[in-house]
């Protein structure tokens, strides 16, 4: 019997060390795969001016809204999520608070940031920064609080703080809105912030411009020649542009930021009556009492619908509830219309083409707008103003629609002729120009390598003679040839898409290293890569050479779990401005040296000096 208690302790003694050694062998696996996935600090260096923060954000669901500051960090290490999103959270409607969590470490000198969310109708943000020391800061911004409160007056909802170099601060953000939580964060330098927003306001200046233009333009036109489809559609751009100051953020700061109440509620109003207005110009600008009736009775049933909407965007006290039906009903509407000009111009109606084809521009923004709103698209600076592109398409379009009416009926009218004439001749040249500049961009896309990135062979031989013409005047030229060591032992060993990846990531290096202005990298073919630097010296071009080299085997290219070591060799070619050289004499130097390098045993630059272009002999008669 004691035999048996002893034998039975030893068997249960052999199975726990047993199952301590397979812990112990599986727990460096377990741990290595949960750190690959950990959502990791965000570092700014002293040369980082601007970072999409997003994807370094963990989260915190808060279904009963009620958690405070203290018990969501308490809870944070057992109930957020922690793992790396693969793209910014955009939760849609939801009636839950989120928190969000996001760790800064400041490499470089002290200096000022400013913390930018990129959706500006989101009701309530609040940050609350906790430093290292136990200081707790917090700062509520949203388009629900005056517009007073952001740190800067800026369109977008933004906090600015100070870091010292070194330090490390957490910040916790906390969500709550009536509508779609989307959190698309960037991360900037104080002065390169303020920089980019005058660039951005040039760029929505243009835009609410074009709006504002169209608008003047139609209702003079509407005033001249009293036709009401000018009154519907000077109505629609109207309300449209403001809607669009709105869903940008700027009505908040240049019409009412008094007025949060007012600004949380105007989208679904502003939605709603613009809708009413679309459906009406639709109405009569296709003539649908004759083109299509019962589709006109619908529209006239979708136009009451709207007036309610409106009405309950003021009234109704569920403003979520509001801003979801506003926000579908509109895309079901935007539907009928495209199928109303559809139906109109097969049964003969001309007019309804332009119409068509403007909104097929306008339907396409809106469903990618609405699929972002419902977090079936990711958000970003397309789906973002999506609805913007579409509409300024649209009202351009739209316009060239009234004026096509416009011909057809100024038969009647000898003075409606004579302007619908000039308005044509304006439209034809702003549609000329736009193709000029469609064609200019499909030049641009033409020298562009498909797979790199970077300027294709026929740019570069462009480019090169371009430069040695120049060359002679402006200083001397040098000529950067590179080459992927055994790129075809690469291709053989991991296939040909691991060559593509590191050509990819080789073009990618390349491009980081900071060129001048005037340099060009291109890829010269195959595996082969080049470097046009105008104004450089021999010993400059050498010391660009080296920083390549150091680039490329400074780590290994990443591909189907591997790391693989990847080294270049490179050819320096230099045309002094005495002598010069031709493009062809150029090439074949660095390409010399190019094999020289591979001779000596790669992953080295080497230098050669090109023929120099031949003297211009005296012409005798």
Known sequence: MQGGIYSRRFVDRSIIASVLWVMLFLLPAVTAQAEAGKISPVTITADDTRKDVSLYLSYLEDVSSGLSFEQVVARWSRDASHTKPERAYNFGFTNSTYWFHLQIENLGPERRFVLEGLYPIIDEMELFLARSGGEVTSHLAGDTVPFANRSLSHHNINYTFDLAAGEVVDAYLRVATTG???????????????????????????????????????????????????????????????????????????????????????????????????????????????????LSRLFGVLC??????????????????????ATLFATIAILFVFWAAVICWYRGYVPARYFLLAWVALLFGMICYTLKTFALLPANFFTDHAIQIGSAIEVVLLSIALADRLRHLARENERIQVAMQHELEVKVTQRTEALAQANRELEALSHIDGLTGVFNRRYFDQRLGEECGRQSREGPLSLIMLDVDHFKRFNDEHGHQAGDACLMEIARRLQDLGWRSADRVARYGGEEFAV?????????????????????RAEPVSWGGKSLRVTVSLGVATADQQRGAAPASLIAAADKALYEAKAAGRNQACTQEPAPMPAMGKVTG
């Open 532 to 552: 046009i630097l105008p104004c450089t010296t021999a010993d400059g071009a050498l010391m660009k050479a080296q920083q390549i080299l150091e680039a490329v």
């Open 304 to 325: 009451g619908l709207f007036a309610v909407l409106a009405a309950m965007a003021l009234l109704y006290p569920d403003y979520s509830l509001v801003i979801r039906l």
């Open 180 to 294: 779609s939580i989307q959190m698309r964060m960037l991360l900037w330098d104080y002065d390169t912030f303020v920089s980019a927003s005058r660039k951005e306001g040039l760029l929505l200046g243009g835009y609410y411009g074009l709006m504002s233009a169209m608008l003047i333009f139609n209702l003079l036109i509407f005033l001249s020649i009293r036709d009401k489809n000018y009154l519907w559609y000077s109505s629609y751009i109207g309300i449209y542009a403001v809607l669009q100051l709105s869903l940008n953020g700027l009505a908040f700061e240049f019409l009412w930021s008094g007025s949060p109440w007012w600004n949380n509620r105007a989208v679904a109003f502003l939605t709603s009556v613009g809708m009413f207005t679309v459906l009406g110009f639709t109405n009569s600008f296709l003539a649908m009492r004759v083109n299509a009736p019962h």
